[in-house]
């Protein structure tokens, strides 16, 4: 999948410079304040081939639709002029949309980057300690880390440490500082300027990563406990104000039909509460729990 998404970027980063060659780097600088997330997002593209990108797809959505959309409302209507306006702002709304997606995307994965890592971070910190109590040099840290994918995007950080200095000759401190510089977690930052003062002091790497674990294993404890306070709360809410209140609207309206008449009515409300909104509502519960789980 990951592949897959690399791939994609690749072929419409090509596309879009061969479509504009070099005629939107001028107009790059407004886009600005994508730069910090995108660095942060794991997008394997420079800042400027996502401008690119983002204005070659909106412009390519607005262009397709807006010659479909003509032929639609020129039809629909039998008014050539009346189409084409109607497809304009129907395509330009599109193409909006699309350009909003592109301009807050960075930020997304960022965000969600930021939860795996905070997610996996008091277990990694651990397996950190381990590997720098056994007396292994502090580039292992990194290079074990990497290794071990089961962390996810630390694991990725990790490598990304070790690619620094292994591949391309950075010292081990400068590396740990551009990674803290990129990565969305601010707790996972905090772990890698604190590793890099303790390694460039020469004080004892495993003692900090053993207490930084502990101290990270205590919040993840405390969010556990959170969770399942809300998880009980939720599941009160569920079963009292949806399953319980779908009963009683499936037997309410069952006696309204019987006195007041409306069958066929109150059988298709009945139809889409429980065949609709119940599977709906349950669903929503479900990605709503699975967002909240630490």
């Known amino acids: 999948m990951k592949e897959q998404k690399k791939s994609l970027w690749i072929?419409?980063?090509n596309i879009s410079f061969l479509f504009f060659k070099r005629s939107l780097e001028p107009y790059t600088h407004y886009f600005e304040s994508i730069r910090p997330d995108l660095l942060k997002s794991g997008i394997e593209i420079g800042f400027i081939e996502y401008v690119y990108v983002t204005i070659f797809v909106t412009f390519l959505v607005f262009l397709s639709e807006f010659i479909l959309f003509s032929i639609i409302f020129t039809i629909l209507f039998a008014n050539m002029i009346l189409g084409i306006l109607f497809s304009f702002t129907t395509s330009l709304f599109t193409s909006l949309i699309i350009f909003f997606f592109f301009y807050i995307y960075p930020s997304i994965e960022a965000g969600k980057r930021k939860k795996k890592i905070e997610d996996a971070l008091p277990?990694?910190?651990t397996y950190m300690?381990?590997?720098a109590g056994s007396g292994a040099p502090n580039i292992s840290v990194f290079k074990l880390l990497a290794d071990f994918k089961e962390y996810g995007e630390i694991s990725k950080e990790g490598e990304k440490i070790y690619r620094d200095v292994s591949a391309f000759g950075m010292d081990l401190s400068g590396a740990i500082r551009k990674t803290a510089t990129r990565t969305p977690s601010t707790l996972f930052k905090e772990l890698l300027w604190g590793m890099d003062t303790v390694i460039s002091t020469g004080a004892?790497?495993?003692d900090y990563?053993?207490?930084k674990s502990r101290s990270y294993l205590q919040e993840y404890k405390r969010r556990l406990q959170n969770y399942s306070s809300t998880v009980s709360l939720l599941m009160e809410v569920y079963l009292t104000v949806i399953l319980v209140g779908s009963i009683f609207f499936v037997i309410m309206t069952s006696l309204m039909s019987m006195?007041?008449?409306?069958?066929?009515?109150?059988?298709?409300?009945?139809f889409f509460v429980?065949?609709?909104g119940l599977p709906f509502v349950?669903?929503?519960?479900?990605f709503l729990l699975k967002g909240l789980a630490p």
């Open 11 to 13: 072929v419409l980063k």
């Open 259 to 270: 006195f007041g008449g409306g069958t066929g009515t109150i059988l298709l409300m009945q």
């Open 282 to 286: 349950s669903i929503g519960f479900i």
């Open 123 to 125: 277990f990694a910190t």
């Open 274 to 276: 429980v065949f609709f």
């Open 209 to 211: 990563l053993h207490d």
């Open 204 to 206: 004892n790497l495993s």
């Open 129 to 131: 300690a381990t590997i």
